[in-house]
């Protein structure tokens, strides 16, 4: 065999998954562009903000081409982790410098960064079920074992109890995703704090150091009064990755950094060890956006705009009679399943000219995703279709 066992077994997984891609384009087939509702995949369709081609534009006039385009210290350039730094420490209260900061070419590669450094094989990392299905590739290809976990029943909370449970000896980290894809929940301090709590003590039980992950590339698209709790300020043994490809709507950029805390255990050689899969998986920060973003680290996207697609969606569908989670971050609408095969509801759907993603890709069975970062125009438009397929599956 050329393929590798582990490479064949993610081919297969991701079937279900990769077909549903390309929905849009089947529904185009059969009904014409004019009449698709592709709430599918969760590609930005707000525009950056101006100052992000104010910038572009201002680097390519002012720098030369060495400067544009040479490779980059492996952490980042100090002057752009320096500006994130400052911004972060006034945002959340902390005592972060350009040390606490390092680089990386977006949040998958700062993922993978991560479980590079901190996995041996037969490592064990928790993860909350559902979750952004590519975790279980990042962990396995790491040498690691994907250990899901349920959040509470309806309202997929952190279930502590449950995440105490599955700790054993084997534990290296719990992954968490807040605001969630796909739910859009929000963890609350007060239930950080409790996951905290319950680490300190399993790890002083069994004589294990756990890291805490959280994968934040949603951290901006918070709505109401709702708040991001910045978990190294909770728990010590805290790498946070984030992106800009939400905040600033730059998914195609690849930017993003990882920060450790002063407090973590072993910091200095953890961060060395993050430095060390950056240099040798080759996932530096590009050098023109990595200037980008440190012009524009006060900018953000037009966040109004998701919000007020999410609050349509939301409370359209809730009126129809449908099940949803009330989305507090993110832009995605977690919908529970006509039928019990949220597989087969996805193909009722596309009957109805819609196109989501089945829970099941999520490991959360039963539900949909529903994606509302697209036109208003597109909302309005698919609710008779919400309607009319609500009536006919459940009369």
């Known amino acids: 065999m050329i393929v590798s066992n582990r490479m064949r077994n993610s081919i297969e997984r991701g ?9 849009k384009d089947r529904l185009t087939q059969r009904f014409g562009p004019d009449d698709v509702y592709d709430f599918s995949i969760g590609n930005p369709n707000v525009p950056a903000p101006a100052t992000v081609k104010e910038s572009i534009l201002k680097q390519a006039q002012e720098l030369s081409e060495l400067e544009l385009h040479s490779y980059t210290p492996v952490e980042g350039y100090p002057f752009v982790r320096k500006a994130i730094a400052e911004h972060d420490r006034e945002k959340f209260g902390v005592d972060l410098t350009e040390k606490n900061i390092l680089m990386v070419a977006g949040a998958a590669a ?112 918070a709505y109401g009064d709702e708040k991001v709790p ?44 993050l430095a060390t899969a950056i240099r040798s998986l080759f996932v530096n920060a590009p050098s023109l956006i990595q200037r980008v973003v440190a012009d524009c680290i006060n900018d953000e996207c037009d966040v109004a705009y998701y919000k007020r697609n999410g609050e349509t969606l939301y409370e359209e569908l809730t009126k129809i009679g449908y099940e949803c989670v009330k989305p507090a971050g993110a ?41 509302f970062c697209v036109a208003y125009e597109t909302i309005v438009g698919a609710i008779p279709h919400f309607r009319e397929m609500y009536e006919d599956v459940c009369g």
């Not at 700062?110 to 041996?120: A, E, P, R, S, W």
């Not at 279980?136 to 105490?164: C, M, N, S």
């Not at 300020?233 to 450790?260: A, H, Q």
């Not at 995605?332 to 099941?360: C, N, T």
Request: hydrophobic share 40%; aromatic share 10%; net charge negative.
């Open 15 to 23: 079937k279900p998954m990769a077909a549903l891609f390309t929905a």
């Open 110 to 221: 700062g993922l993978n960064v991560v479980m590079t450094t901190l996995l041996d094989e037969g490592d064990e990392v928790i993860v909350l079920k559902p979750y952004f299905a590519e975790y279980a590739v990042y962990v396995e290809h790491a040498g690691g074992v994907l250990i899901e976990v349920p959040t509470q029943e309806g309202t997929f909370r952190i279930d502590v109890k449950e995440i105490e449970k599955a700790i054993t000896r084997k534990t290296k980290a719990v992954l968490i995703n807040t605001p969630n894809n796909p739910t859009g929940v929000i963890y609350s301090e007060d239930e950080l704090k409790e996951l905290a709590d319950m680490l300190y003590k399993k790890c002083n039980d069994l004589g294990i150091d756990i890291v805490l992950i959280s994968d934040e590339p949603y951290r901006d698209l």
């Open 230 to 273: 910045f978990l190294p300020k909770i728990y010590d043994n805290t790498l946070v990755v984030y992106s800009f490809s939400k905040s600033l709507s730059l998914p195609g950029e690849r930017i993003g950094y990882i920060t450790i805390s002063d407090s973590m255990q072993e910091r200095d050689l953890v961060k060395a060890g």
């Open 331 to 371: 832009f995605y609408l977690w919908v529970k399943a006509l039928v019990d095969d949220d597989f087969e509801f996805a193909k009722i759907a596309e009957d109805h000219h819609i196109a989501v993603l089945p829970g099941s890709a999520f490991a959360g069975p039963g539900y949909v995703r529903l994606s």
